[in-house]
């Protein structure tokens, strides 16, 4: 298989949680024992962050020093020692911690949860993704030399951030559609900072593959409309993808059942056929948020979105919602 498939296979958290990481290279993250330490270096109370745009990278001359196209990146468990010291640089410029901000001192080679994130942030997120008009992305793009950049106090506005920034203005460089489960998954784990914590980072490929089969031209994305049809910065030209990303989500990340029964209960009373199960696997949904089992009502997402998320989007996407 050609090495973006095996990307579009396996590189995605989205593809890795919906075909259940069945294959090797997505292997389940497999925890190789305690975490032999942890990275000594403490950062700052996780003051607000900016919560910019997302910004062209101003990293390829230092990629390029280490003989790496920024648009082409292979797996970082593939690079040279010399290259894995050059890329290091470029992390703690990008996001303005030192080595001990993911390392353990004086143990590099050990696992730490910071190595597990930055890992799958420059995999799974970094050599998938692209500006809209193909600029390259790389951790500064997101960054800009800070580690936070999420303003957590205010879960509406991070949610607008996420649907403006990280999903408006990005494209996957496989060409297929890019929203919310490129990062988050189906079904959406809004925490998977925590859930990546907890994981050893999968390789992307088998460690044997030679690196001449490693470097990758992805083609670029075409810059014409979204596929599917742009909702508008704000998603109001399509409102039931509007109340998920803001209303659903943000009961969601908060665990807030109350509120997610609330709006579960709405989601039920917009279905667009009556044969179609949607109601009631809505209204499953709701119950269970209403009694406070929130791992149960996550099951409707991915239920709903399984069997009739092409359908509405190819259908009824303007359609209003009671
Ligand atoms: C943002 C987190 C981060 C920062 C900051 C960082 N590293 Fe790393 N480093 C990693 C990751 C992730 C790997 C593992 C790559 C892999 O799995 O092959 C790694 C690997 C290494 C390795 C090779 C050992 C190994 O596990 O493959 C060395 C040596 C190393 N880093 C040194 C440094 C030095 C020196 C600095 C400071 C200039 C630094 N690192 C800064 C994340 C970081
Ligand atoms: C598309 C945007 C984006 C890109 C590109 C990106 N990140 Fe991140 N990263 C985030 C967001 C959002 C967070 C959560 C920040 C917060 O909590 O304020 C994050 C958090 C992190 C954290 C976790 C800090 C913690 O302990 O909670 C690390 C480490 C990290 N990123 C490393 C990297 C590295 C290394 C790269 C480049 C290989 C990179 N990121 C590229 C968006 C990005
Ligand atoms: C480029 C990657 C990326 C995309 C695309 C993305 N997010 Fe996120 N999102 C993150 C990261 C990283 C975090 C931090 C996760 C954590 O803390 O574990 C996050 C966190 C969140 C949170 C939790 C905030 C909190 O503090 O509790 C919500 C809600 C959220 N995203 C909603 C969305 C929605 C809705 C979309 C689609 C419009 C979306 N995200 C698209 C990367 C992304
Ligand atoms: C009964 C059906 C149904 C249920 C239940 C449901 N959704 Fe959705 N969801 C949809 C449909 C349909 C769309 C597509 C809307 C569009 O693209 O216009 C969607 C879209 C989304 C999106 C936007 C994705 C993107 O990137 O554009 C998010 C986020 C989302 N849902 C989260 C959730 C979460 C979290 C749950 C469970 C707590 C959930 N949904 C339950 C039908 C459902």
């Given at each position: 298989m050609?090495k973006?498939g095996?990307?579009a ?7 890795c949680?919906a075909i259940?990481?069945a ?9 190789q024992?305690?975490?032999?330490a942890r990275?000594e270096?403490?950062?700052?109370a996780?003051?607000?962050?900016p919560m910019?745009h997302?910004r062209p990278?101003k990293?390829?001359?230092a990629?390029?020093?280490?003989g ?5 990146l ?9 290259q ?6 470029t992390f ?7 080595c001990v901000?993911c ?6 080679p050990a ?5 597990r994130i930055?890992?799958?942030m ?20 997101c960054h ?8 957590r106090?205010d879960t509406?506005?991070?949610t607008r951030?996420?649907?403006e920034?990280l999903v408006?203005?990005?494209a996957?460089?496989?060409g297929?559609a890019?929203?919310c489960?490129t ?12 859930t990546w ?8 490929v088998?460690?044997?593959?030679p690196?001449?089969?490693m470097?990758?031209?992805?083609p ?6 979204r596929?599917?049809a742009?909702?508008?910065p704000h ?8 109340i998920?990303?803001s209303e659903v989500?943000?009961?969601t990340a908060?665990d ?7 709006v ?8 667009p ?5 949607w109601?009631?696997?809505s209204r499953?949904g ?6 406070g089992d929130?791992?149960?009502?996550k ?13 509405w989007r190819?259908?009824?996407r303007?359609?209003?919602v009671?």
């Amino acid at each position: 298989m050609g090495k973006w498939g095996e990307l579009a296979r396996t590189g995605f958290v989205a593809t890795c949680v919906a075909i259940g990481a069945a294959t090797a290279a997505c292997a389940p993250a497999v925890a190789q024992g305690p975490i032999v330490a942890r990275a000594e270096y403490a950062p700052k109370a996780h003051a607000p962050g900016p919560m910019d745009h997302v910004r062209p990278t101003k990293m390829g001359p230092a990629l390029a020093a280490a003989g790496l196209d920024v648009r082409s990146l292979p797996p970082i468990e593939q690079l040279s020692p010399a290259q894995k010291q050059k890329v290091m640089r470029t992390f703690t410029e990008s996001l303005g911690v030192p080595c001990v901000g993911c390392h353990a001192e004086e143990q590099f080679p050990a696992d730490t949860r910071r190595k597990r994130i930055a890992k799958r942030m420059y995999n799974e997120m970094v050599r998938a993704l692209v500006l809209r008009d193909g600029a390259p992305v790389y951790c500064d793009s997101c960054h800009d030399g800070t580690m936070y950049m999420l303003d957590r106090r205010d879960t509406a506005k991070v949610t607008r951030h996420m649907s403006e920034a990280l999903v408006g203005q990005l494209a996957r460089v496989d060409g297929r559609a890019h929203d919310c489960s490129t990062c988050h998954g189906e079904p959406p784990d809004y925490h998977m900072l925590t859930t990546w914590k907890q994981t050893t980072a999968p390789d992307i490929v088998p460690i044997d593959t030679p690196a001449s089969a490693m470097v990758l031209s992805p083609p670029l994305p075409p810059s014409g409309p979204r596929i599917p049809a742009d909702c508008g910065p704000h998603s109001e030209d399509c409102p039931l993808q509007r109340i998920m990303r803001s209303e659903v989500s943000i009961a969601t990340a908060s665990d807030d059942g109350p509120a997610l029964a609330a709006v579960l209960e709405r989601v039920a009373r917009a279905s667009p056929d009556a044969v179609w199960t949607w109601e009631t696997i809505s209204r499953a949904g709701a119950t269970a948020a209403q009694r406070g089992d929130l791992g149960e009502a996550k099951k409707s997402c991915g239920a709903c979105h399984a069997l009739y998320r092409p359908t509405w989007r190819a259908s009824h996407r303007t359609r209003a919602v009671p």
